[in-house]
C-alpha cells in the first residue's frame, strides 16, 4: 500500500509525558499537512510543510506542540508535556502541489489518549 | 475568517432513499469547495469537488453544485446504498487555496438501513 501512513495508530499516555507522532506520505507529494480531529468536530488544520520547509505554524495549538520534517521526506508531531485536552485524533495528509484544487490525502490517524 | 456549516447528524436512511447533505461556507474569497468521506475505520477519502461558481461536482453517484450566491454546496444522492453509511465532511480550501489547507465542517454521520 502506498498511502500515507502515520505510526503509532494509538498512543495512550500519562499526562505531562511527551508523545511523538511520524507521518510517511505519498512518496512523490511535495506538501504535508497535519491536523487534529476531535469527537464530533471536522479535521482542524494545524501545519503544513512543502519540501522541508514549514511554511504555516501559526495555527499550531500551543508552544508544546512542534512539528518537523527534516529532509522532506516524513515528518513528525510532538506534543510536550501533554494535558488531557490534547486526547484527539492526529490527521496527517499529502499532497502534490498544484494550486488550489489540489486533493488532500489522508492517513488513518494516531489516536492519543492522555490519562 | 473562513468557515464551513453543514447539517447536523446523524441522518438515517432507508436503501434508496434520497439523501441531502446541506453545506453553507463564509470565505472572504473564491475557494475550492470539497466533499470528503470517513467511512468506518478509514482516512479520509476525497468523495468530489468543485473549484469555481456553477461547477459541478460528481463521483459515486453523488453530486454537489457550487451555488455562489447562496454560498452553499449541498450533497446529493439520488439513491444511497449501506454501503454509503459514513462520515462526511464539507470542506473548502482556505485562503484562495494558495496553500491547499481545508477548513472542514463538523461532519454528518450518514446510516443507511437496508
Known amino acids: 500500500d502506498t498511502g500515507v501512513s502515520q505510526d503509532p495508530r494509538h498512543k495512550i499516555t500519562k499526562r505531562g509525558q511527551n508523545v511523538t507522532f511520524r507521518c510517511d506520505p505519498i512518496?512523490?507529494?511535495?506538501?504535508l499537512y497535519w491536523y487534529r480531529q476531535t469527537l464530533g468536530q471536522g479535521p482542524e488544520f494545524l501545519t503544513y510543510?512543502?519540501?522541508?520547509?514549514?511554511?504555516?505554524k501559526s495555527r499550531l495549538l500551543s508552544d508544546r506542540f512542534s512539528a518537523e520534517r527534516p529532509k522532506g521526506s516524513f515528518s513528525t508531531l510532538e506534543i510536550q508535556r501533554t494535558e488531557q485536552g490534547d486526547s484527539a485524533m492526529y490527521l496527517c495528509?499529502?499532497?502534490?502541489?498544484?494550486?488550489?484544487?489540489?486533493?488532500?490525502?489522508f492517513g488513518e490517524g494516531s489516536r492519543l489518549t492522555v490519562l | 475568517g473562513d468557515s464551513v456549516t453543514q447539517m447536523e447528524g446523524p441522518v438515517t436512511l432507508s436503501e434508496e432513499a434520497f439523501l441531502t447533505i446541506n453545506c453553507t461556507y463564509t470565505?472572504?474569497?473564491?475557494?475550492?469547495l470539497f466533499w470528503y468521506v470517513q467511512y468506518p475505520g478509514e482516512g479520509l477519502q476525497l468523495l468530489l469537488k468543485?473549484?469555481?461558481?456553477?461547477d459541478k461536482g460528481s463521483n459515486k453517484g453523488f453530486e454537489a453544485t457550487y451555488r455562489k450566491e447562496t454560498t452553499s454546496f449541498h450533497l446529493e444522492k439520488g439513491s444511497v446504498q449501506v454501503s454509503d453509511s459514513a462520515v462526511y465532511f464539507c470542506?473548502?480550501?482556505?485562503?484562495?487555496?494558495?496553500?491547499?489547507?481545508?477548513?472542514f465542517g463538523k461532519g454528518t454521520k450518514l446510516s443507511v438501513k437496508p
Open positions: 470565505a472572504t474569497g473564491y475557494p475550492s
Open positions: 468543485a473549484t469555481k461558481a456553477d
Open positions: 470542506a473548502l480550501s482556505d485562503q484562495g487555496g494558495s496553500q491547499g489547507n481545508l477548513i
Open positions: 495528509a499529502s499532497s502534490f502541489v498544484a494550486g488550489a484544487t489540489g486533493e488532500l490525502f
Open positions: 510543510f512543502q519540501n522541508e520547509a514549514q511554511l504555516e
Open positions: 512518496s512523490e507529494h511535495n506538501r
